[in-house]
Structures are given as C-alpha cells and as structure tokens.
C-alpha cells in the first residue's frame, strides 16, 4: 500500500463528511489551526487513505502512539462537532419566540461543552503520561487543573455562568420585540432575578432594556469569544 504523507491531506478533500463542510462554514475562516493541529496530530492515526478511521492499537504502537493519542485526537473532534451543531443553531434562532429561549440554551451548552473538550486536551496534551485515556474522571481531572479561582475560574467562565444561569437558575426574564426573543446579556442576568423589573408595570422598564438583547446575538457573541479562544489556543500546539 502506497503511504500518503499528512501534508498531502486538506480538510476540504479529504476531511470527513462534517469536517469537509465545516471547513467551508467556519473553520477555514475562523479557526484554521483546527486544520494544522488535524493534519499533525490526527491523519497520521487514521487508516488513511484507506479510510478516516483510526488505527489497532497494535498498529499505533509501530508508529510510537498511543491510545493516549487517540483520547486526544477525539477531544479534537468533539470540539468541532460541538461547534457545528452551535452554528447551525446560529442559522435557525429567527424563528418563533417559543423556540428561541430552547434553541439559545443549547447553543450555550454546546460552546461550553467544546470548551470543557478544550480544558481536557490542553492539559492531556501538555502531560499525556499524567492521565489515563477514556477514563472520564480523568478527563475532570484534567479539566480541573486549568481552574484558576485568583483569575475567575476557567476561561470563558462568564459563558459557563451564563449556561448555569439558564439551565440550572430561575427562568430569566424576556422582553419580545417583535417576533424576537431579547433577554439578559451575558454579566447581565444576574440583575434580573426580580421579573418586575422588566414588566410593562415598570416604571424603569425602558432603562432596563437596554441590557436585554435577541438571544441571536448572545449566541453570536459567545461563539465569537469560544472560537477566538481554541483558534488562539491551538497556536502553539
């Protein structure tokens, strides 16, 4: 079998089915060092160009990887397919007022769950041999060791707050404008636990809408600050 070298690969001909659409929806515009670190540190696992799978441990070990590579090479991916499904979500938000709040919320989860996949790799990445593959209280351990407290937790916590706030909080408060759903941005919902603060009852209604926004534009904005983030973090990898 005729080998191919990894720089023979591009994402956009030889990436699989989501990575090859993706790469023309965002990476290739917003996070290129997904392709880089792809073309370094996972073709040379895979069957290719037999096919994108990986390899048999027995044959990773003849080419000095490990399983630990590959845990790292999957962390790489889940974060793509974590910001895929945001950017579609991204694509539909216009919709009914009922959706949004949902739609929002998952959007949310999904950026904060491609940065828990980035805590994981970056530290696996930096000391492979101090945490054991596919074992996921490992992969909180590594998360955990990037938990800075003196610097407000982990990166992105802001966004990690947001996500707690409307998954595990009280409902925020919504203003409808027209058949857009606005609620608190980002570092604002706090200030809204109160619901009157927002009702047409409210003599302050109006000073206080300047903090509600269409949920479209907090996930844009949270999307923007996570994909600046791993394109940023990628660099050096």
Not at 128 to 154: H, Q, S, T, V, W
């Amino acid at each position: 079998m005729k080998l191919h070298k990894p720089f023979n690969y591009n994402l956009e001909n030889n990436g699989d089915l989501f990575e090859q659409a993706y790469w023309q929806f965002f990476i290739k515009d917003r996070f290129p060092n997904y392709e880089k670190f792809w073309l370094k540190y996972v073709v040379p696992l895979t069957n290719r160009p037999d096919n994108v799978h990986f390899k048999t441990d027995a044959e990773l070990e003849k080419i000095n990887k490990s399983r630990t590579n590959i845990c790292i090479a999957q962390l790489n991916y889940s974060i793509l397919l974590h910001l895929g499904r945001c950017f579609r979500i991204k694509t539909i938000l216009e919709s009914d007022p009922y959706q949004q709040y949902d739609l929002l919320l998952e959007g949310i989860a999904r950026l904060v769950g491609a940065q828990d996949n980035a805590l994981e790799l970056l530290e696996r990445f930096k000391n492979p041999n101090d945490y054991k593959p596919f074992e996921e209280k490992e992969g909180k351990r590594a998360r955990d060791k990037l938990y800075d407290k003196n610097k407000g937790g982990f990166p992105l916590q802001h966004i990690r707050d947001y996500r707690n706030n409307l998954l595990h909080g009280r409902m925020f408060p919504s203003i409808i404008d027209g058949t857009k759903l606005c609620l608190p941005e980002i570092g604002k919902e706090g200030l809204y636990l109160d619901w009157r603060l927002t009702t047409n009852s409210s003599l302050s209604r109006e000073e206080h809408k300047k903090n509600f926004i269409p949920v479209l534009r907090i996930l844009e904005k949270a999307w923007d600050e996570t994909i600046d983030y791993l394109n940023n973090a990628w660099v050096n990898l």
